[in-house]
């Protein structure tokens, strides 16, 4: 069974990255491997979402994105009911002149 509506969501990926990396990193890596036909989006925080064609397409490109980004990535799963969005925000932050100890 699927939502009315959602059903774009299960021809989604959903790729939970380390702090360290970046969705502009993902996109111009899936460029640089000639994925072209996917749609790389910011799912908020440190999640990115990479929606395919189809299903099966998803499905058959699943190994190649677990090889690629294995060890930039907490987890890569296909979108489920189940899978939970934590929302966050990752920031950096510059301070200048300002003692360390404030």
């Known amino acids: 069974m ?7 969501l299960y021809e989604n990926i959903i ?3 380390k ?4 969705v502009l ?3 111009e890596e899936l460029k640089r491997k000639e994925m072209t ?3 790389v989006r910011e799912g ?4 990115v979402v990479i929606t395919f064609k189809s299903k099966e397409d998803m499905r058959s490109n699943r190994c190649k994105l677990v090889t690629w980004f294995q060890e930039w990535c907490e987890y890569i799963k296909e979108w489920s009911t189940e899978l939970y ?7 950096c932050l510059s301070c200048y002149g300002m003692p ?3």
């Open 37 to 39: 036909s996917v749609l």
């Open 2 to 8: 699927e939502e009315i509506g959602n059903g774009w």
């Open 44 to 47: 908020g925080g440190h999640d």
């Open 85 to 91: 969005f934590e929302h966050e925000r990752f920031v």
């Open 19 to 22: 702090p360290i990396f970046s």
């Open 15 to 17: 790729l939970r990255l």
């Open 25 to 27: 990193a993902i996109k």
């Open 100 to 102: 360390l100890n404030v």
